[in-house]
Structures are given as C-alpha cells and as structure tokens.
C-alpha cells in the first residue's frame, strides 16, 4: 500500500509527531517526523514519492510560509496541511498556496488515511478543477441567508458563532449549512474551500459576498 511513500510529519508539538507516527506506522507508512518547517527543508531535494502532512501554526516558519518556500524550491510534494479549530479561513489560504487538503485536529485515523491517498492520488491524475462558471449557477441558487451562512462556514466559524452573528437559532444555521452543501454539490468542507477558491480565482468575488451582512468581508477573500 504505502511501501515507497514516505510521509514527512512536521508540527512542533512532540505528543502530536509521536501520536500521528504511531497512527501511521500502524497503518504501513515510513515516517520520518520533523519538530519544525526547518528541519524538513534541509532535507531537500527529496528522492522517490513524498508527501507532506504539516500544521498550519508553527513559530518562525507557518505552514503557508513552508508551502511558499517548496514553490521556490520547485518542490513539488502532495501537502496535507492539519490545522485547530477556527482555522479554516487561513487553512484556504494553505490551500491557495498548494496543499491539496486540510484536517482539523484532533486527527482521526481513517479521515488522515484518506486524505493521504487522496492527495497522492491527485498528483497522479492532476487536481479535477471546478468550472467556474457551474460553481456561479449553483452560488446563485443559495438564498441570501445561505449565502451568510456560507462565508461564515469559509471563515471557520461554529454554527453557534454564525448563529450569533446572524440572530438566528443554531438549528436553523445547521438547516442552512446542509442547504448549502447540497446545492453546490460538495461533498465536504474540502470542496466547498476549493469552489470559494475557483470563484475567487476568476475574480467573481461577488458571487459569494451576496447576501453577507454590511462591512463584512470574508477574509479568505481579502
């Protein structure tokens, strides 16, 4: 399954490098685990197939920052960028920068599997991207409070959070969030993040903002 991949680990929290190794080594994997974004670029070029699972904040050298300096590097590794909680707005911005997905913590075995295969597998058969202009006929669908609760999910807030914001119970914000899921047919937040991205790309930056409450700028859009 995984016997020429090695898995580059990189977060500085040493409980999180010894947990994830074990997970993973269980699974089949090589794991070679790094305590910062540093350590990981020394070992450049890399030789046979790599991938790379980071956390999005870490001090001197972030995630994004490490995606930036493997593009310098013409360093092309299948990326899984881990983040907290909250983070998802910064976590689309790793994704702009290259990583081809992101997992909140606390990571589960079977959702950092797949999302490891999954990345693997995008570079084999190159990323599938959105067409523009289908993600605009499905923005379109959303009703203005979908269109709030939407840049409110892009932003990475909690449904209670966006229920606050929005004066609305957060049942109703859990309504519309499964509303918007359905029609713009994406399967998790993953897809979502990379529509927002596609949509953003062609400078349609209106079709999501519609809809999002006075001065309201979601950041991923800044």
Known sequence: M????????????????????????SAGFAVRAHSCAKAFLELLPLSGRNCLVTD??????????LLHRLHDFNTDVPTI?????GDVATAVLAMK???????????????????????????RAGRAVADPESVTARLRQLTDREHQVLIGVLDGLQNKMIAYHLGISSRTV?????????KMGARNLTELMWMAITIDATGQRSEIERGAPAGHISPHLR
């Open 2 to 25: 995984a016997n020429d991949l090695t898995i580059h680990l990189v977060d500085d929290e040493e409980s999180l490098r010894r947990s994830v190794t074990f997970l993973l080594v």
């Open 97 to 123: 920068a290259g990583a081809s997905d992101f997992l909140e913590k606390p990571l589960k075995e079977e959702a950092l599997i797949a999302a490891i295969n999954g990345a693997i597998g995008q570079r």
């Open 56 to 65: 999005l904040r870490m001090p001197h050298i972030d995630g994004i920052e």
């Open 81 to 85: 960028v881990i983040t907290g909680q």
């Open 174 to 182: 859990e309504v519309h969030r499964a509303n918007v899921m359905a």
